[in-house]
């Protein structure tokens, strides 16, 4: 699975990129969320409560089967070394799905207020 290029400046010093790959059309979406300086703290809260060293996060012991989305969560933080984890689908609950749902969420706003300006 390709890796999200880190894209952060000062004013947006974190980057969460998550990439959804499989399923039956093997089909990739990706989405990034650059929450400004003054949300950072709120998003890395976010983060820190995300169980990176759990198997989940490493693949092992979980459910891989065939036709099954597996998530790449990628965390570029000009404040620590870089994270990523690959969650399979069937462990995608909990912290996990709640940073999902949020970067979903703020790559969806970026969305609606550039269509907006054009």
């Known amino acids: ?6 894209d ?5 010093p974190l980057t969460v990129s998550v990439v959804r790959s499989g399923g039956i059309a093997g ?9 400004d ?10 983060l ?6 759990e198997d989940a996060a490493t693949g092992h012991g979980t459910d891989r089967s065939a036709d099954r989305y597996v998530w790449r969560i990628r965390v570029d933080d000009a404040d620590a070394d870089p994270r990523m984890a690959d969650v399979p689908d069937s462990a ?3 912290a996990w799905r709640e940073l999902v749902d949020a970067v ?6 970026v969305s609606r207020a550039d ?4």
């Open 1 to 6: 699975m390709d890796q999200p290029e880190p």
């Open 8 to 12: 952060r400046d000062d004013a947006h």
């Open 27 to 35: 089909m990739r979406r990706e989405w990034r969320a650059r929450p």
């Open 37 to 46: 300086a003054a949300d950072a703290d709120r998003w890395r809260r976010m």
């Open 48 to 53: 820190s409560s995300c169980p990176w060293d």
């Open 92 to 94: 995608l609950d909990g």
């Open 104 to 109: 979903r969420e703020a790559a969806s706003a």
């Open 115 to 118: 269509r907006a300006s054009s």
